[in-house]
């Protein structure tokens, strides 16, 4: 069988150096393509992830990449608009894209679904690819039935640009989709500082922290009369992404569609 020939987006950045480093060490994956801005242009995309050379440069034009070489994935963690640019671009010309970062727009996932329906390719985005963090989710969901006073508080490194996390506001959208009314609150609350009872998705109160030292981390704390539930994520380094990336590499290409969440893909 063919291996999977895939493209890493930001492969000088600290995730897509840990995603250059996975496919290249992957039996059935095949690193063939690199892309970066300024930083790490010109320079091996193995080399530059700490393993030995791959014999693919890490270029700046993602249209030219294309010309030149066969590819059947795009494995992007840019930003929300610069990886939704390199979809578009990505799915134009058959390369189905897995999409592992946050900051996307609810349109712009619905314009990606109407693309890769009528061009019937395949794409994967997922605000979490950690395989705990998706049972945390689904945990959380299923709480939500029993517990229906629930906080979410998600912490990141000081990198990290938009707040709430794509993880805090996927997890309030499958609250929200189970817990029925919400509570009332008990008294009238003031925020004598704005801002200080956090934000709301779907009527979820969601808190975010930004701190060095800080990679990706969630709780979900759900109250009750006598007691507590909190339910925790923790990645500690980008490894832990790898392996539900690589499950969302292998799966895409089987799908016609775009698939939003990892959750999706396991059985």
Not at 141 to 154: D, G
């Amino acid at each position: 069988m063919a291996r999977i020939r895939v493209i890493v987006s930001g492969a000088a950045g600290r995730m897509g150096r840990a995603a250059a480093r996975a496919v290249a060490g992957e039996p059935g994956l095949r690193l063939v393509g690199a892309l970066g801005r300024s930083r790490g242009v010109g320079e091996d995309a193995g080399v530059m992830a700490g393993i030995t050379s791959q014999g693919v440069r890490i270029e700046a034009d993602f249209p030219a990449l294309l010309d030149r070489i066969e590819a059947d994935v795009l494995v992007d963690f840019a930003p929300g608009q610069g990886a939704v640019a390199h979809a578009r671009i990505a799915v134009a010309r058959g390369v189905r894209p897995v999409i592992g970062a946050t900051g996307l727009t609810a349109q712009d996932v619905q314009e990606l679904t109407a693309l890769c329906e009528a061009r019937e390719v395949g794409a994967v985005v997922a605000p979490n690819f950690a395989l705990g963090a998706v049972l945390m989710m689904a945990f959380s969901r299923q709480a939500a039935r029993y517990f229906p006073h629930v906080e979410i508080i998600e912490l990141h490194h000081d990198r990290k640009r938009d707040a709430p996390s794509g993880t805090a506001m996927k997890t309030a959208q499958m609250i929200a989709e189970v817990r029925g009314s919400v509570p009332p609150p008990k008294v009238q609350e003031e925020e004598t500082t704005p801002g200080a009872r956090g934000g709301t998705v779907q009527d979820v109160r969601v808190h975010s922290v930004r701190l060095p030292g800080l990679v990706a981390h969630q709780e979900v704390i759900f109250g009750a009369p006598g007691q507590v539930l909190t339910i925790r994520h923790d990645s500690v380094n980008e490894e832990s992404f790898m392996p539900g990336m690589l499950v969302a590499i292998r799966r895409v290409m089987e799908l016609r569609g775009m698939v939003y969440g990892l959750e999706n893909l396991l059985g």
